[in-house]
Every structure is written in structure tokens, then in C-alpha cells.
């Protein structure tokens, strides 16, 4: 291959192992001890005194008011957001928050999007459903020490004690005198004060919210979002700019044997191709490799690729095949594993009941496939590089961009864009590091790097793979008097650490051992099997499969002891208690406080009796019809569905109605809870009918939305519901964005199983109720 055609862009500053077991609980909250035959769990970092929430994620939190509010003297207040914004509203709603506390007048505010620069903004990394929950107060503190700020310079300009005067909506009046001034008028005065101390700032009464707990306010974005004036990743225009897309190796863990160019080259508009080396496992989050097309636009691009002769070296994974995989999960989950909560004595009362209750539920890969795609624009100026791209962690990016070019973090700076969606999926930013490499390879001239969909399906750091097998025997009141709970899937520490096998606490603790079910014996095993494929994080992650086992078994339980399902839950649930994570043998919590969040049967309880009671539980439905019920407790929050199905005589299904209550503890903003628990109906749909990624020969079988079927317009529900449990405002906070997720398959199932007597148990649905 001659010079000018091609560049070869290796992949020796990527980083490394080790550097990533010295950062992983940075970005993952998790510190990882590696045990015998690979098998890694979650352990306490070696620090003096165990931090929790905020205080425990990098970054922590950063109340400072001149790092997110300036004013000009126009009065126009501008807020940094220095959260991602995918569509779950915390653009609008963080800086909702601090215009709260400031008094500021909404229509005067701006919100502006930080760069990655988690010592100026504290945390970054939006996942795991905690933005509202850890920078609730810090942004009221903002808030409110601007607010005081601004008091004060109006104070010394009237000399008058600060305490005659108050803000209120953008203005700092002199009860006495009847004086004011504009935040404008006042914002250079105030910027110049030294900071209050903590002590002297208050913060307002839930009375007086103007903002916080209301309904009127729409996402700050909406208006550009239906105009087309928003810029997501794959939005970025710069001048000068090129185009790539990037031929991967279609199996993980191989790597381009030989390659012929001279085809892609004639394709009109293709400029280079450029081989890129991959990375050695583990996956962290690395590059895969392969031969990138750069042209003048896209579509050339994608041409160019096509038009590519690549013969594949597949590596140790090519044999990874779906359908033999599932048998290797059925053996995994038949024998004894290691044990990860043991209440009692499960194995002796099982071995001595006359009849076990047994069942293997099985959930396949997922991909995220949010509506964008991932999308990176990259250019390096003097020696510094800077990236436009649509990520949820922009701390890891900057980390990761920087260990692929070799620069110091200070030395790349990441642009923030709109994100089309993320799921997870844009947390890992493989494909960042990608268009910086293509960026050097082109001696710094910006690259916008597209993955298509099929790149996406393909290439994802996909939900995990798992089988899930529970048995239980009865009492003569039909109450398990044993459960015994296996679960087998491929770990998300694979992508980090080598080898790595079984579940760990903290992915086990996602609705596996923290059942606060009333049963004298409880057993929860986690077998070790390998992961052959990128493995990340999803919506509500290890929720998904638990849930849709353990509500799924709970339902079987019920029909055999001839109990309506909604009395056999709650006295599973058992009466109002709050549950210390230890004594379910969680010491993982979402990395909570154990004192601030125990697990709390009252809260669970209720959420099954608002949501069945606004459903009409018990009422009489039609031949076909049917009615499903599921709770789950996930990222600090407790949300039980409500599923009304209808099976017609071919075994088509349609869904009228689902009903959700969710008990989030204080509803910051309601419309947005309602639209991320509708989202999550959506999503929960979409997977249990129709979602399953497979594998054949390594590689990923299915390449865009006619094989990977989303929920379609006409497939979902005809009304959703969400009732949302209110809280006082000094109660703390729980997460959104993803518990809305995992009882929705469980609950459509249980649904399907009440209008027709028939089962599901490997989830997707698909064509399981067609007549032949």
C-alpha cells in the first residue's frame, strides 16, 4: 500500500490496565478486587472512613455561584448546566433550581453547557440517575449565595443593614424606603464580594417556590428542538472540516489480518484511509480498531467503506454464538455458585420439600440504540486537541481522549452538545477517541467521525445477556417457605478487568439480594460465566433482568397457591418497615448512605396500592383482556406498573392502558418525572416485545431497525399514567431516569399470562402467542 493512500494510527497510548484499575471506581463508583479464576466484586476503596453519594463520585459537588451564574448588566441571568442533557430535562431542570433560590425571573434566564472540568463543576458524569439527587442542595446553595450576594451589594450601595433588604423575581427591594435595583444594576458590586459562609446563607420555605414543584415549566430547549436550531454531536459543523466512518472488526477481540484500498480511493470524494490499531483487552474504553474511510462528506465516506476488501483475523470470540451461549447459561444456573446472600437454610428446606416450584427466565443482549448515534468532532491545534461530541461522562472523555493522543487532561477540551438519546451507551467514549486518532492521522485538520446505525447495533457496549432460575416450595398457606434465586450473565467489570466472571455485589444488588420479601430462607447465587462482547452499562443496567425474573416468579407463586396476585406481593413485602442494605446483604447501595436510604416496605407497599387502585385492580375485563402487576425498588426509588393487555384470537397484543406510580421522594419537576417514566413504559415495551441482539460466528447478526424492532407509534399504549407519590422537600431525593424501567416487562408478561394462562419466560415476546 503506498503512503499516500493510507496512515497506520497505532494504539500505544491508549490506556492502559492498569491506569484504568486506578481510575475505574473513578468513573464507574465502583473499587474492584480481582479474586480467584477472574472473578471480580465490589470492595470498599482503602480510604479512613467510607464516603457515600456525592462525596464518594469524583469531582464531588461544587456550590460555588461564580462558577454557574453571571449576570450582565442587561440582567439576563446565564446558568452553566454542567450535566448532559439526552432528553431527560436536567438542562432545564438544575438551572430551574438555582434561578429558584436566586428569585430570578425565568424568562430573563439563560442556560449555557459546560465543558468537561470536573475540578471547576464538580461531577460530571451523568448516569446512574443521581443528577437531581446529589446537586438538589448544591444548586439551591448557589442559588440562594448569589441571592445573599446581590442583598448585600444593594445593602452597601443604600447603606442600609442587609437584613431591611430581599430579593424578589430579578430585583433587591428597600421594604422601608420603598427603594430597588435590578440584578443588572447590581451584578459587578456583588461579583466583587468575598463568598458567604455556609451559615449565613438561607435557604427559602417550600411555601415560597415559585419553580421547584411546579408544572408550567416545559424543557429550556423544547422551542430549538422543534425549530432544528439545537446542535447535537452529529450537528457539529467546523470550517475546513473532513468526514470518516470507520470499518470495525465485526467480532470483539479481532483485528484486520490484510486490507485492499485501491477500490475505496476511486470512490468519488474519498480522501485517505487510515488503518487504526486496536486495543488489547480489556475493552475499557478504547477503540476497536479497523480501517477508516476520511472523504469530503459522509456519504462518500460510506461509500468508500463499502467498496473496502478487509479480511478479519476474528480472534478468541469467533465462535460466540446466542443460541449455544443460552445453553451455556442453563448449566451455569443448574449447579451451586457462589454464594451471595444466604438467609437461613434454602438448600436443606428445598431438598426436603415434597414439591418445588421452578423456573428459568432468559433475557438477551440489548443494544441502546438511541436515535442519534454516536458522534465525535475532533481537531488538534498546537499541540492541544479539542472535541464536539454528544457524551454523557465529558471528565472520562477528556481522560480517555487525552491517554489515546498522549496529551495531559488540561490539554483537550470537550464541547458538550445535545445528546439524542444515550441509555448508558454515552457514557463510554470509544467513539471520542476515535476522531481524535482520525484528527492526528490528518495532521490536526477537524474529522467529524459518524457511526451509522449498523456501527451502532454492532459496536455497542451492550446490555448484558443473562438466565435467571428461581425455585421455591409453599406452606400450607401457599407462602414461600424458601427462594432460592441463580443468576448467570457476563459482568460489565469485563470491560475492565481481564477475565472477569460473575456478577458483582453491585450489579447483584440491583433487585436480586435486596428483596425485602418475608421469607424465612433466602438464597441468591451468582455462577461465574465469561462475557464475548462489550458489556456496559443500560437503563437500570441489572434491574431488567431481576426484576422481570423475581416479579415474574412472585406471579407464578401466586397462581399456585389459586391468590390474587396483588394480596400474595404485599404480604411477600410484609408490613411497613425500613430495611437496613446489610440485612439483605447489600453492602453496595448505589453507593448511597445505608442511613439516608434503607429500603423502606412502606414506600414499596404503596406504590402497589396507588397504582393498583387507580387501574381498577380486580375489576371484571373482557375475554382476552388482562391485567399485570410489577414493583420494583432501583437507584433509590420505588415504582410498581399496572399493565392492561389485550391478546386478540391470532395472538396479536395491544395495550389500552398502563398505569404507574412512582415514589421518587420529592417531586422537583413533576413533568419531567412523568415524561422519563412515560419514556421508560416505552423502553420497557420495546425490549420485553421485540428487543434481542444475537450473535452468529462472533459477530452481531442483526444491523438496523427491521432486525432491532423499537416499539412502533401504533404498538404503544393508548394511555399512560403516572401517579407520583408527594413528599416534603427534606426528604431525600431518588432517581428518575431509570426506574421506571424494570417492572414493565415483568408486569406486561404477568398481564399476557392473566388474559391467555400462558407463560413468558424468554423475553423478547416477539411471535410466542401466534396461533400456527
Known amino acids: 500500500m503506498s503512503a499516500d493512500m493510507s496512515a497506520d494510527v497505532g494504539a500505544a497510548n491508549s490506556i492502559s490496565r492498569?491506569?484504568?484499575?486506578?481510575?475505574?471506581?473513578?468513573?464507574?463508583?465502583?473499587?474492584?478486587?480481582?479474586?480467584?479464576n477472574g472473578i471480580v466484586s465490589a470492595a470498599d476503596a482503602p480510604v479512613p472512613e467510607k464516603k457515600y453519594g456525592s462525596a464518594a463520585m469524583p469531582g464531588g459537588t461544587v456550590a460555588n455561584p461564580l462558577v454557574f451564574v453571571s449576570i450582565g448588566t442587561n440582567g439576563i441571568v446565564t446558568i452553566v448546566a454542567h450535566r448532559s442533557e439526552m432528553g431527560q430535562g436536567i438542562r432545564t431542570s438544575l438551572p430551574l433550581v438555582v434561578a429558584e433560590e436566586l428569585e430570578a425571573d425565568w424568562s430573563?434566564?439563560?442556560?449555557?453547557?459546560?465543558?468537561?472540568?470536573?475540578?471547576r463543576f464538580g461531577n460530571q458524569n451523568t448516569d446512574g440517575s443521581r443528577s437531581m439527587r446529589h446537586f438538589f442542595m448544591p444548586m439551591r446553595q448557589v442559588g440562594a449565595t448569589a441571592r445573599l450576594m446581590l442583598e448585600t451589594a444593594a445593602a452597601s450601595r443604600w447603606n442600609v443593614p442587609v437584613s431591611e433588604v430581599s430579593a424578589k423575581n430579578h430585583e433587591?427591594?428597600?421594604?422601608?424606603s420603598g427603594r430597588k435595583l435590578g440584578y443588572?444594576?447590581?451584578a459587578e458590586d456583588a461579583a466583587k464580594l468575598p463568598l458567604p459562609t455556609p451559615d449565613q446563607i438561607h435557604l427559602k420555605d417550600a411555601a415560597q417556590f415559585r419553580y421547584i414543584g411546579k408544572d408550567k415549566f416545559g424543557s429550556i430547549d423544547f422551542q430549538n428542538i422543534v425549530t432544528g436550531n439545537t446542535q447535537y454531536g452529529i450537528d457539529t459543523r467546523l470550517d475546513g472540516m473532513v468526514y470518516a466512518v470507520i470499518a470495525r472488526p465485526p467480532v470483539f477481540g479481532g483485528k484486520v489480518a490484510s486490507f485492499d484500498a485501491a477500490d475505496a480511493m476511486k470512490v468519488p470524494g474519498v480522501i485517505r484511509i487510515v488503518e487504526l490499531k486496536g486495543s488489547p483487552p480489556p475493552a475499557l474504553f478504547n477503540p476497536l480498531g479497523g480501517i477508516a474511510v476520511i472523504a469530503n462528506n459522509t456519504w462518500a465516506a460510506i461509500k468508500g467503506r463499502e467498496a473496502l476488501k478487509i479480511t478479519w483475523d476474528d480472534g478468541p470470540n469467533g465462535s460466540y454464538d446466542s443460541t449455544a451461549f443460552k445453553v451455556t447459561l442453563q448449566d451455569a444456573v443448574r449447579k451451586p455458585a457462589k454464594v451471595m446472600r444466604n438467609d437461613g437454610d434454602t438448600m436443606g428446606v428445598l431438598e426436603k420439600a415434597g414439591k418445588r416450584i421452578e423456573a428459568e427466565y432468559y433475557i438477551p443482549h440489548l443494544a441502546h440504540a438511541s436515535m442519534e448515534p454516536p458522534a465525535a468532532t475532533a481537531r488538534i491545534v498546537d499541540g492541544k486537541c479539542e472535541v464536539w461530541t454528544c457524551v454523557q461522562n465529558p471528565q472520562a472523555t477528556r481522560a480517555t481522549v487525552a491517554g489515546t493522543l498522549g496529551l495531559k487532561p488540561e490539554d483537550v477540551k470537550i464541547n458538550v452538545t445535545l445528546l439524542g438519546g444515550g441509555f448508558g451507551r454515552k457514557s463510554k467514549p470509544d467513539f471520542a477517541a476515535e476522531a481524535a486518532l482520525l484528527s492526528k492521522a490528518m495532521d490536526g485538520k477537524p474529522v467529524k467521525l459518524t457511526w451509522t446505525r449498523e456501527d451502532d447495533l454492532r459496536h455497542d457496549y451492550l446490555h448484558t445477556v443473562s438466565l435467571e432460575h428461581l425455585e421455591s416450595t409453599l406452606d400450607e398457606k401457599g407462602m414461600p417457605l424458601a427462594w432460592l434465586h441463580r443468576s448467570a450473565a457476563p459482568t460489565i467489570s469485563s470491560t475492565f478487568v481481564l477475565g472477569a466472571m460473575g456478577e458483582s455485589a453491585g450489579e447483584l444488588g440491583m433487585s436480586a439480594i435486596n428483596i425485602p420479601f418475608v421469607i424465612p430462607n433466602i438464597r441468591v447465587e451468582a455462577p461465574p460465566v465469561p462475557a464475548h462482547t462489550r458489556i456496559g452499562w443500560f437503563r437500570s443496567v441489572f434491574n431488567i433482568p431481576h426484576a422481570f425474573a423475581v416479579q415474574s416468579f412472585v406471579a407464578e407463586l401466586a397462581a399456585a397457591a389459586n391468590r390474587d396476585h396483588r394480596e400474595y406481593l404485599l404480604e411477600l413485602i410484609g408490613p411497613a418497615r425500613k430495611i437496613a442494605p446489610k440485612d439483605l446483604s447489600d453492602n453496595t447501595n448505589y453507593g448511597e448512605s445505608p442511613t439516608l436510604y434503607p429500603l423502606d416496605a412502606g414506600r414499596m407497599r404503596n406504590v402497589v396500592?396507588?397504582?393498583?387502585?387507580?387501574?381498577?385492580?380486580?375489576?371484571?375485563?373482557?375475554?382476552g383482556h388482562g391485567l399485570g402487576l410489577a414493583v420494583a425498588y432501583s437507584f433509590m426509588s420505588y415504582v410498581a406498573a399496572v399493565i392492561e393487555v389485550v391478546v386478540n384470537d391470532d395472538g396479536g397484543i395491544?395495550?389500552?392502558?398502563?398505569?404507574?406510580?412512582?415514589?421518587?421522594?420529592?417531586?422537583?419537576?413533576p413533568d419531567r418525572i412523568r415524561s422519563q417514566?412515560?419514556?421508560?413504559?416505552?423502553?420497557?415495551?420495546?425490549?420485553?416485545?421485540?428487543?434481542?441482539?444475537?450473535?452468529k460466528n462472533g459477530a452481531v447478526v442483526q444491523s438496523n431497525f427491521h432486525e432491532y424492532e423499537v416499539l412502533r407509534a401504533l404498538s404503544a399504549p393508548k394511555d399512560i399514567r403516572v401517579h407520583i407519590v408527594q413528599h416534603a422537600y427534606d426528604m431525600p431525593l431518588g432517581g428518575v431516569g431509570e426506574p421506571g424501567t424494570p417492572p414493565i416487562a415483568p408486569a406486561l408478561c404477568n398481564a399476557i399470562f392473566a388474559a391467555t394462562g400462558k407463560r413468558i419466560r424468554d423475553l423478547p415476546i416477539r411471535e410466542q402467542l401466534r396461533k400456527a
Open 609 to 623: 396500592e396507588l397504582a393498583t387502585r387507580e387501574a381498577g385492580w380486580g375489576r371484571k375485563v373482557a375475554k
Open 677 to 695: 417514566v412515560e419514556g421508560a413504559c416505552i423502553m420497557g415495551l420495546s425490549l420485553a416485545m421485540s428487543g434481542e441482539i444475537t450473535f
Open 184 to 186: 443588572g444594576l447590581l
Open 172 to 176: 433587591v427591594h428597600h421594604t422601608k
Open 18 to 36: 492498569r491506569s484504568w484499575l486506578k481510575g475505574v471506581s473513578a468513573f464507574t463508583g465502583l473499587a474492584l478486587t480481582v479474586g480467584i
Open 654 to 669: 395491544s395495550i389500552p392502558r398502563v398505569d404507574v406510580a412512582i415514589d421518587c421522594g420529592p417531586a422537583i419537576t
Open 108 to 119: 430573563r434566564v439563560r442556560v449555557v453547557q459546560a465543558t468537561a472540568d470536573e475540578s
